[in-house]
């Protein structure tokens, strides 16, 4: 693999590790419905405000949200909703998976 291959793929990494933890996706889950200020996804979480500071900026690094900052609150979207199809897909996958497991069960 050459070297801008490699970048691709290293680039692509980065955006599917950045969606890789539960509570990344639900944060993703909970802004498909619009834009939400840091305080309101900390009370939906239940975890303290420097945890999901951490979970927001891994996933503004990877330039799945965007900030805004409005006075004393930031507030986040989706920078880029397409992202969204990344959960249908996943959801077919965990679809396929039971329908497999259902078969296997049949047969045995």
Do not use: W
């Amino acid at each position: 693999m050459d070297e801008v291959t490699q970048s691709q793929y290293q680039a692509r990494a980065t955006v599917i590790k950045a969606m890789g933890h539960p509570t990344r996706l639900f944060i993703v889950h909970e802004l498909e419905h619009g834009e939400q200020c840091v305080c309101d996804l900390q009370a939906k979480i239940g975890v303290d405000l420097s945890t999901v500071s951490r979970h927001l900026a891994i996933l503004r690094q990877a330039g799945i949200i965007a900030s805004r900052k409005a006075g004393n609150q930031v507030f986040y979207n989706l920078q880029c909703p397409c992202v969204l199809n990344f959960f249908e897909c996943v959801e077919k996958v965990l679809e396929t998976n039971r329908m497999k497991s259902l078969t296997d069960l049949r047969i045995k």
